[in-house]
């Protein structure tokens, strides 16, 4: 075993950005990933959320503020997205866990399904935080 | 790379760390926990943003709400670890630096469990700052 250390750093880096063809599934992938990664910020904000609102009104409404402009709003909306998608995608891969959808056309299908669903369910709970009038008067 | 040996040579000595199998499940079991808690939050942040400081605290008196954030933060903490370390343990060369993310990442999703639950509890039992 003198010797494994070598091969041990040469071992490829999932999942193979580098040699990959760019196809539905592949994004279907990553982006579950790249995801992940904005709900674990996500889920930071929510930390910080529950803190703000322990330290007082003052506090909060400071902390909220952050997130009445576009930026914050911006990053939102962003988490939003990932939640849904990570979400539907999450359960493709309960069914490929099942062995189930693995053939070519589902796997390209159900990729389609979860980005369909991830924009029409962000829109849609959006709008609703609009029609609450969460946003309207700033 | 010009390396001509087997699979099995390749993997011959790295060893298994004979856990694997329990990561595999714990990160699909807290999904399907995380599938009912986000749905549940979702349906709850309308509220929430509209109310402000004073509606939350009264959310959060809920014994019911309470316990359902905490568990939504918790649990999601506790996921997102586990993912992190898989992409960390995917992307990042072993040596020092890689050692310094996992560990980091052990520390950021008790930390923020803990900041969560201390926080949420104080302001549900009506102990935090008005």
Redesign the interface.
């Known amino acids: 075993m003198a010797e494994s250390s070598p091969t041990i750093r040469a071992r490829p880096t999932s999942p193979h950005l580098q040699v990959w063809r760019w196809h539905l599934t592949l994004w279907a992938s990553i982006l579950h990933r790249a995801a992940g990664m904005v709900l674990y910020l996500g889920a930071l904000l929510l930390a910080l959320w529950a803190l703000e609102l322990a330290r007082g009104a003052a506090a909060f409404a400071a902390y909220t503020r952050l997130f009445t402009h576009w930026p914050g709003r911006a990053l939102l909306m962003l988490i939003t997205l990932s939640a849904f998608y990570h979400l539907a995608n999450g359960i493709r891969h309960f069914f490929w866990d099942m062995g189930k959808g693995f053939a070519v056309r589902t796997a390209n299908l159900t990729a389609a399904i979860c980005f369909g669903f991830a924009i029409l369910a962000t829109l849609m709970f959006w709008w609703r935080l609009g029609s609450f009038g969460a946003y309207g008067h700033g | 790379?010009g390396?001509y040996r087997t699979p099995l040579r390749?993997a011959r000595?790295?060893g298994s760390a004979k856990h694997g199998v329990g990561h595999f499940i714990a990160q699909?079991v807290s999904?399907?926990a995380?599938?009912l808690l986000?749905?549940w939050g979702?349906s709850q942040?309308?509220?929430l943003?509209?109310g402000?400081?004073?509606f939350?605290?009264a959310w959060?008196a809920s014994p019911l709400n309470a316990t359902l954030l905490i568990l939504l933060?918790g649990v999601?903490?506790y996921h997102?670890q586990i993912?992190?370390q898989v992409?960390i343990e995917?992307?990042v060369?072993?040596g020092a630096g890689r050692t310094a993310l996992l560990i980091l990442n052990a520390f950021?999703w008790l930390a923020?469990a803990a900041?969560?639950t201390?926080?949420?509890l104080?302001?549900a039992l009506g102990r935090?700052?008005?």
């Open positions: 790379m390396d390749r000595g790295l699909r999904a399907v995380l599938v986000v749905c979702f942040t309308p509220f943003v509209r402000g400081h004073d939350a605290r959060l933060a999601g903490f997102g993912g992190m992409i995917d992307y060369d072993r950021v923020a900041l969560t201390v926080s949420l104080l302001v935090g700052a008005v």
